[in-house]
């Protein structure tokens, strides 16, 4: 399909200059045609469409995926590279074909325009509302099919749903096998959930100063029998692949509480952390995790919940109402990787909190005189100035930690005192340290 068969015909059958936008179907029919030359595949998805009809209703829903349409149609039109097809996907994708394959500097500006363009306010009247993008990128290979060129672009679009920062992520060349993988671990997901396989470890968390044992943060792993040990960032793509990322963090949230609840009267000083998307905010989920605590016998004054900073918080004031709800009944708030997402500010402001988490790729630059340093010493003060506390990840290094010690951070995690640790090895961990 070339450039010109993406054009609208006028009534008089004149070929005009709008791009069109075409169906799942005409994409599926592309797709399935040989290969006729170099092309890039760029897969824009919602992120968080099914949080939004949930929420606002599904009119709310197709309004924003009409406008999102609209906006990748305005961006198409500016491109220089002729576009090839312009398509609707199923649910909540929107598939972009550019003629060539260069990449490069000029592709990742293009991908940053696009991000910028369906990131505009897509409400109406007076109620903003913000979608929160990301794309998968492929770029073709010499005698690759289109579907297989397909396919790498909706891995990279999937694992660009759980990384920090950049909202893009371009494909590698011989990212198939990675494809190959997503698919087992889709497949396995549901019935891993439904069966209970999905296991819960527990990172140990330290007092900086005096490096006693405060607490853990609960994280989620599945061991498949092909591709062994799938850690809780490829769990989570693998849930937005599915829809079932919600599904996924109140598994993880339960099964986490419930282990907690049964650790020894010996241990009743610890902390359990579990993580939150801000897409679980919704107007009940604070009564429906205090009704949980309750049943399993976990005191809310010991559970931390540790809010994803990456994931963007729709409603502040809904948000901030049912965390407030929470932290009156003793459960406290966390920041989670500080300094890496775009909300920070708005979150200080807004949202009732007790800890900002330092990010994790952060703590091994922090060594030095560099930006890193600088810009600790600045979370560092502003959390002193809000009356927060710091909790640093990732720490590997004695020189990390006595400069985390020098510069005032309350508390951390890392392989420098213990890695992950399944429950029964926590225990007997936690015993014998305290």
């Known amino acids: ?90 649910g909540r994708e929107y598939l972009l074909v550019v003629q060539g394959n260069a990449g490069g500097r000029q592709l990742e500006l293009a991908a940053q325009k696009l991000l910028e363009m369906v990131s505009v306010d897509l409400g109406e009247d007076d109620e903003p509302l913000h979608i929160n993008p990301r794309i998968g990128i492929a770029l073709s290979s010499p005698e690759e099919s289109r579907q297989s060129v397909a396919d790498r672009a909706a891995d990279a679009l999937a694992k660009s749903y759980s990384r920090k920062g950049k909202r893009f992520m371009i494909a590698n060349q011989s990212a198939v096998h990675d494809v190959d993988a997503s698919g087992w671990i889709d497949s396995a997901l549901r019935s891993a959930m439904a069966d209970n396989q999905i296991a819960i470890m527990l990172q140990p968390q330290f007092d900086v100063a005096t490096g006693r044992l405060v607490g853990a943060e609960a994280l989620a792993r599945l061991k498949h029998p092909i591709y062994g040990e799938v850690s809780a960032a490829d769990l989570f793509a693998a849930a937005d692949r599915c829809d079932l990322r919600e599904e996924l963090s109140h598994l993880i949230q339960q099964r986490a509480i419930a282990i907690a609840a049964r650790w020894p009267v010996a241990l009743n000083t610890l902390r359990l952390a579990v993580n939150l998307g801000a897409e679980e905010l919704t107007d009940n989920y604070g009564q429906h995790l205090l009704c949980l605590l309750d049943e399993v016998g976990f005191v809310p004054e010991r559970l931390t919940l540790e809010l994803t900073e990456e994931s963007l918080i729709r409603d502040l004031e809904l948000a901030s109402g049912q965390l407030e709800l929470l932290r009156q009944k003793g459960v406290r708030i966390a920041v989670d990787d500080f300094g890496t997402g775009y909300s920070s500010l708005a979150y200080l402001k807004a949202l009732p909190l007790d800890y900002l988490k330092i990010d994790k790729d952060m703590t091994p630059d922090i060594v030095g005189t560099g930006k890193d340093l600088i810009i600790l010493r600045a979370i560092i003060a502003m959390a002193k100035a809000l009356d927060l506390a710091i909790i640093a990840e990732g720490v590997e290094r004695t020189e990390e930690l006595e400069l985390l010690k020098v510069e005032g951070c309350d508390y951390f995690q890392g392989y420098l005192m213990a890695p992950p640790l399944a429950p029964d090895e926590f225990e007997w961990f936690a015993l014998r340290s305290n």
């Open 1 to 90: 399909m070339s450039m010109h068969e993406m054009r609208d015909i006028d009534p008089d059958g004149k070929r005009t200059s709008a791009l069109t936008m075409r169906r799942p179907r005409d994409a599926r029919d592309w797709l399935a045609q040989a290969s006729d030359g170099p092309v890039t595949l760029l897969l824009l998805g919602i992120r968080d469409l099914k949080q939004i009809n949930d929420r606002l209703g599904r009119a709310a829903g197709d309004a924003v995926i009409r406008r999102v349409g609209q906006q990748i149609r305005a961006f198409a039109e500016q491109q220089l590279s002729p576009i090839r097809l312009m398509a609707r996907m199923p």
